[in-house]
């Protein structure tokens, strides 16, 4: 699908928009195509200031047995495995400090601590994967 035909959405961290549209819809949506090149530096994604693609929790996390598998990508989304399903839960993540948060695609939200580079979520425990040579 070209770009051009997808649409964006842009959460601003205060819940304003800065167009001043209240919300409601109207049915007005802007439609145009851009890339992550002409956004500019504005609107990298970003965790704690960083672009996400540099933050430390950037990476693949695995419960002990290696059935639970979260890849958090450096676009602020995260893929979820479990077991053979591959992409069982997929969606966006936020951090703050030590904290994630994470809400998949259907809306479904969950949280977790990072504490000592082990990630403790939903009663799981996550370590971080070894990298692959």
């Known amino acids: ?20 549209h209240d919300g409601s819809d109207d049915g007005q949506r802007w439609q145009g ?7 500019g530096p504005w609107f990298a994604p970003t965790v704690d200031g960083m672009t996400t693609d540099e933050h430390p929790y950037v990476g693949m996390w695995v419960t002990g047995d290696g059935r639970i598998r ?4 450096g676009n602020g989304r ?22 994630i948060d994470y809400v998949d695609d259907t809306g479904f939200t969950a949280d977790g601590d990072f504490v000592h580079d082990v990630l403790h979520h939903a009663g799981m425990v996550l370590r971080r ?3 692959r040579r």
Not at 4 to 12: E, K
Not at 33 to 39: E, T
Not at 70 to 73: A, G
């Open 1 to 20: 699908m070209p770009l051009a035909s997808r649409s964006l959405r842009i959460d601003i961290a205060d819940g304003t928009d800065p167009t001043g």
């Open 33 to 39: 195509g851009c890339d992550a090149a002409s956004l």
């Open 70 to 73: 979260h890849e958090l990508l």
């Open 78 to 99: 995260y893929v979820e495995a479990r077991g053979t399903r591959e992409r069982a839960y997929a969606g966006r993540y936020t951090v703050s400090g030590d904290h």
């Open 129 to 131: 994967a070894a990298a």
